[in-house]
């Protein structure tokens, strides 16, 4: 499946790689900073974010592959700010499984585009719509299960 433009079909969530749900970069030019690093090296005065970037595979109804979410997708499916989540589950320690049973079998309709970067092996995932009425949001379930008041 190597799709030339974008390209939009529905697919259902078969998992999510819970392990590695968010990446860090720095505050100005975004450049993604490693675990080691809390500041960027080239912007003095930064500081760091969050961004989501989650790996999720799909299945349509021929074939089966992983596609990759970047921070606007993956807030869609997550209902927060990457920072937001990262604090939820500081505070409310969980088993990031919890996340992917969340998600499995959600119908989404999702654009797909090829990367930017050539070295990257997943289709990216421009723009995602949950298609079930009464989808919820990652950090909505959460909530609920954990006994949070949702404050938003
Ligand atoms: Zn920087």
């Given at each position: 499946?190597?799709?030339?433009k974008?390209?939009?079909?529905?697919?259902?969530?078969?998992?999510?790689?819970?392990t590695?749900?968010?990446?860090?970069?720095?505050?100005?030019?975004e450049?993604?900073?490693?675990?080691?690093?809390?500041?960027?090296?080239?912007?003095?005065?930064?500081?760091?974010?969050?961004?989501?970037?989650?790996?999720?595979?799909?299945?349509?109804?021929?074939?089966?592959?992983?596609?990759?979410l970047?921070?606007?997708?993956?807030?869609?499916l997550?209902?927060?700010?990457?920072h937001?989540?990262?604090?939820f589950?500081?505070?409310?320690?969980?088993?990031?499984?919890?996340?992917?049973?969340?998600?499995?079998g959600?119908?989404?309709?999702?654009?797909?585009?090829?990367?930017?970067?050539?070295?990257?092996?997943?289709l990216?995932?421009v723009?995602?719509?949950p298609?079930?009425?009464?989808?919820?949001?990652?950090?909505?379930?959460?909530?609920?299960?954990?006994?949070?008041?949702?404050?938003?």
């Amino acid at each position: 499946m190597e799709p030339e433009k974008p390209t939009t079909t529905i697919c259902t969530v078969v998992s999510i790689d819970h392990t590695d749900l968010h990446y860090t970069v720095c505050s100005l030019c975004e450049r993604t900073l490693p675990d080691s690093l809390t500041r960027c090296n080239h912007c003095p005065g930064s500081t760091s974010k969050r961004l989501f970037r989650v790996l999720m595979s799909v299945a349509t109804d021929t074939n089966v592959f992983v596609v990759v979410l970047f921070d606007r997708a993956a807030r869609v499916l997550f209902g927060c700010s990457a920072h937001d989540f990262f604090n939820f589950t500081n505070t409310h320690p969980f088993s990031g499984e919890t996340v992917s049973r969340i998600l499995e079998g959600e119908m989404l309709r999702v654009t797909l585009s090829n990367p930017r970067n050539g070295n990257a092996q997943h289709l990216r995932v421009v723009s995602v719509i949950p298609l079930r009425s009464g989808f919820r949001p990652v950090i909505d379930s959460l909530s609920e299960l954990y006994g949070v008041r949702s404050d938003r």
